[in-house]
């Protein structure tokens, strides 16, 4: 049987007494730089992930609302872009109950959406004002491909009287006519990495 004190042996003794002394000046400058480069793979990771993540993005970046001036500019912007880009189209006419608060509110989207093409064009520019009367204005239109994915004519009926940019991105959402939110930018904004960011 082994009794239940132990015994130290003279290694383990030495062993342990290399662990309890004080370190040395080039030690603590070892173990100082070991934080100073992991410090650097931080920096280098936060670096290598926006990389990737704008390679990632695909496509034009808009982030504003395009003025559109006439038929021939509407069409374009529909016809010219790329397949895989979804175009939001507001009709509008000035002074038409709901038609200032749909252009701010996609403003503020277009801001938030960048892989989105957000454009408005006066209803009497299009070429089409017969179609587009101050009854159904204001009108939301949007395409993908060249294609008409919805219709929205008098959209403002769809909101309560004041309506906000949170208010249609909900709309839009229930259709599936948004993409997902854009990825925030990575680290905590003063160009440090909290542990989270890295794991």
Same mark, same amino acid.
């Given at each position: 049987?082994?009794?239940?004190?132990?015994?130290?042996?003279?290694?383990?003794?030495?062993?342990?007494?290399?662990?309890?002394?004080?370190?040395?000046?080039?030690?603590?400058?070892?173990?100082?730089?070991?934080?100073?480069?992991?410090?650097?793979?931080?920096?280098?990771?936060?670096?290598?992930?926006?990389?990737?993540?704008?390679?990632?993005?695909?496509?034009?970046?808009?982030?504003?609302?395009?003025?559109?001036?006439?038929?021939?500019?509407?069409?374009?912007?529909?016809?010219?872009?790329?397949?895989?880009?979804?175009?939001?189209?507001?009709?509008?006419?000035?002074?038409?109950?709901?038609?200032?608060?749909?252009?701010?509110?996609?403003?503020?989207?277009?801001? #938030? !959406?960048?892989?989105?093409?957000?454009?408005?064009?006066? %209803?009497?520019?299009? =070429?089409? &004002?017969?179609?587009?009367?101050?009854?159904?204005?204001?009108?939301?239109?949007?395409?993908?491909?060249?294609?008409?994915?919805?219709?929205?004519?008098?959209?403002?009926?769809?909101?309560?009287?004041?309506?906000?940019?949170?208010?249609?991105?909900?709309?839009?959402? #229930? !259709?599936?006519?948004?993409?997902?939110?854009?990825?925030? %930018?990575?680290?905590? =904004?003063? &160009?440090?990495?909290?542990?989270?960011?890295?794991?």
């Amino acid at each position: 049987m082994s009794s239940p004190h132990r015994s130290f042996s003279k290694d383990d003794k030495d062993t342990r007494q290399r662990f309890c002394r004080k370190m040395s000046m080039q030690e603590y400058e070892l173990i100082h730089d070991e934080q100073e480069d992991e410090s650097c793979l931080q920096k280098y990771r936060k670096r290598c992930m926006q990389d990737m993540h704008q390679r990632l993005s695909f496509g034009p970046k808009y982030g504003y609302m395009c003025e559109l001036q006439n038929g021939e500019q509407f069409l374009e912007a529909i016809e010219k872009e790329r397949k895989t880009t979804t175009i939001i189209v507001h009709i509008y006419e000035d002074g038409i109950k709901g038609c200032d608060a749909l252009n701010n509110s996609l403003t503020c989207l277009a801001a #938030e !959406y960048t892989t989105v093409k957000f454009c408005k064009i006066k %209803a009497s520019n299009t =070429g089409a &004002g017969d179609r587009f009367s101050n009854e159904v204005l204001p009108t939301l239109l949007v395409y993908k491909g060249g294609e008409l994915l919805s219709n929205f004519i008098s959209i403002s009926e769809q909101f309560n009287e004041e309506f906000f940019a949170a208010d249609v991105e909900s709309f839009l959402n #229930e !259709y599936g006519l948004l993409p997902e939110r854009e990825l925030p %930018a990575l680290g905590n =904004g003063n &160009g440090n990495m909290d542990e989270q960011d890295v794991e």
